[in-house]
């Protein structure tokens, strides 16, 4: 009884540690991946903080044509207070009459005046208004919103990259699990065939090198099994790491490789050159680089052009000797102005801005033109793999059956000893090549599909 209690304690422990196992594995399908993705992935949010920050560009753009107001407050204490010696103005008037004023003291020919006293307090608020900038305030209105929105495709471009690989190295660990499975199934026949062959061996109906050949393709097959789940594990970290998961982070895929009708394989080439032309976030984002250029090129012209400024000044002033101020010795003073500056002569410097600026807009136009031919490349390159996995998989699935049938007549004949055991290996052999290709071919065709979409600027998310 004692050891029935021990055993039944052992196999309980054993199943609570195998569901806690579970409950701490977190199976992912490939939507959720996508999703964890999508809101943990570094790289994107660093676009949508670049996106944020090019919007709030736009309101300092804005600033530059809006009026400015500033308040000052300043106080100033005078150690010592300036004077000027001018000459005494009083002395030619009173002079001619001090024969008939006697007290009259003799006067300076020079006197000393001061100007101020020590303490001062001003305050106040002054407005600028620009009136005429030339167009640099237009110009750099115009290149923060196309900054915006150069930001804004670039964080598309970013997110439709990230579900692209998400996508890829979910669907790689698919495959390594299923070459998993396959290089297991090909050991098992492997020992299974083996055990006949040693059966047939201890009879006399097989020979020693019958069973030397199976020997070696059961050990040739061990580290074949072992280097596939290297993979395997290989594949599940690639795929943490994009989602942005611990390594010690134990996950589970739930899912399965498998053929999927497509609609793009009803679209011509030229329409999704087309398409991609007119959807890919590259090419909008170029666009709005083209538009900040040109803007550019704007803003250098502005600078021969002159700017007209007007501004107002409300102010308070008063000035003692001691420390009593009040608000009703402060007097008031109300001013307005306009501003006219016209550039003469900088050194060349606006000169050089302009060619600067004239040559940063072809260069982008240059760049232009040589990415929409670039992207069409892509897009034919797309166009042919996506119809050569389509391909590929129609003759893998008919390989598969063709190779399991071959297996089957194979290890039947050679029971009956009308094959040799050369007929047996070779028909194994082409049974896990062809399940391998099948796999491969699925997992070609998945990508494809989201390749092509890629192209086109069309991957919004999970097919």
Known sequence: MRMKAVIFLMIMTGGIGRLSSQESMQMLTLEKSMDIALKSNPDLLIA??????????????????????DASANFQHAWDIQTSRIPNFLKPMLGPLAPLIPDLPPMDDYVELSFGMENTVSYGAML??????????????????????????????????LIYQVADAFYACLLMQELVQVQTDALKQAEKNLDIVRKRYDVGSASGFDKMRAEVEVANLKPELIGARNNHHVALTGLK????????????????LSFEYDEYGLTGLQE???????????????????????????????????????????????????????????????????????????????????QKATLDHKIMQDTEKQVVDGIKAE???????????????????ESIDMATEAM?????????GASTQLDVLSSQLALTRARMNYASALYEYQMARYRIRKVTGALNGLL
């Open 128 to 161: 600028t208004q620009p009136l005429f900038l030339g167009g640099a305030g237009i110009a750099g209105i115009k290149m923060a919103h196309a900054g915006a929105r150069a930001a804004e495709q670039n964080l598309n471009t970013r997110r439709q990259n």
């Open 241 to 256: 790491m994009i989602l942005g998961l611990s390594e010690t982070d134990r996950i589970g895929l739930d899912g399965e």
């Open 379 to 397: 897009v034919e390159n797309a166009y042919h793999k996506f119809e050569e996995t389509k391909e590929k998989f129609q003759a893998a699935r």
């Open 408 to 416: 089957r007549l194979a290890n039947l004949t050679y029971e009956e």
């Open 272 to 354: 999704l050159q087309n398409l991609a032309v007119l959807n890919r976030p590259e090419i909008h984002a170029l666009r709005s680089q083209k538009q900040i250029t040109l803007n550019g090129v704007r803003l250098a012209r502005s600078q021969f052009m002159p700017k007209l400024f007007f501004s107002t000044d409300y102010s308070f002033l008063d000035m003692r000797n001691d420390y009593k101020f009040k608000q009703e010795h402060f007097s008031k003073g109300f001013t307005s102005a306009l501003s006219l500056q016209i550039p003469v002569f900088h050194g060349m410097k606006n000169c050089k801005q302009l």
């Open 48 to 69: 949508e903080k670049e996106w944020k920050k090019a919007r709030a560009g736009i309101w300092e753009a804005y600033s530059a044509v809006l009026p400015s107001v």
